[in-house]
């Protein structure tokens, strides 16, 4: 099983990035699926989660800003990030499972700054 983040970068406050996470090797829609990030010297948190029936769940730094959806049938996972903050830089990753015993994938970087 692999899954494979993309779409971090460097953006400028207020603007946007998507993330996927596309999967191979599993079915993505037998799982919940999770956003965690991971800050410098910071445990990784989990951001946004979206469980096999599409309900959702944000932490609440990022609700109205960040929106997860999936798409079975290209077995991907998405994370739209708008209005983005300095805060929001960190290693991003996906996870299947919302376990640590899940399946991570390597994590892509996102750093907002001017």
């Known amino acids: 099983v692999q899954l494979v983040e993309s779409g971090g970068g460097l953006v400028q406050p207020g603007g946007s990035l998507r993330l996927s996470c596309a999967a191979s090797?599993?079915?993505?829609?037998?799982?919940?699926m999770g956003w965690y990030r991971q800050a410098p010297g910071k445990q990784r948190d989990l951001v946004a989660h979206?469980?096999?029936?599409?309900?959702?769940n944000y932490v609440d730094s990022v609700k109205g800003r960040f929106t997860i959806s999936r798409d079975d049938a290209r077995n991907t996972v998405h994370l739209q990030m708008n209005n983005l903050k300095p805060d929001d830089t960190a290693v991003y990753y996906c996870?299947?499972?919302?376990?640590?015993?899940?399946?991570w994938g390597q994590g892509t970087q996102v750093t907002v700054s001017s």
């Open positions: 996870n299947a499972g919302l376990s640590s015993a899940g399946y």
């Open positions: 090797g599993t079915i993505l829609s037998i799982y919940a």
């Open positions: 979206i469980t096999p029936g599409g309900r959702t």
